[in-house]
Nanobody, 121 residues
């Protein structure tokens, strides 16, 4: 059973930094894409950043130039370095993975449980 486990959320001041991590547990055959989405109260879930296994990245417009996604493919882990945080970055951040589990060549979408990021002004 594949699971995504996030860590690193918390409270930061505007202009500060936080680093999120998401590790994959369970048997994995292949990971296509890993990334992060976020959802603020009363808003829809939105893209933060994704990265493929070949290094292709994609960012939401509101975080470009401030957030950086990276992957450790050997450890099936994805990171999100968040700099110059703003109060509008406050949300629950969800790790996402498009993953083929062990003994299965089909890819499925997996989500972490979410980690709260709160940015004070």
């Amino acid at each position: 059973q594949v699971e995504l486990v996030e860590s690193g959320g918390g409270l930061a001041q505007a202009g500060g930094s936080l680093r999120l991590s998401c590790a994959t547990s369970g048997g994995v055959f292949n990971i296509n894409t890993m990334g992060w989405y976020r959802q603020a109260p009363g808003k829809e879930r939105e893209l933060v950043a994704t990265a493929t296994g070949t290094g292709k990245t994609r960012y939401g417009d509101s975080v470009k130039g401030r957030f950086t996604i990276s992957r450790d493919n050997a450890k099936n882990t994805v990171f999100l370095q968040m700099n110059n945080l703003k109060p509008e970055d406050t949300a629950v951040y969800y790790c996402y993975g498009l993953i083929a589990p062990a003994y299965d060549d089909q890819e499925y979408s997996y989500w972490g449980q979410g980690t709260q990021v709160t940015v004070s002004s």
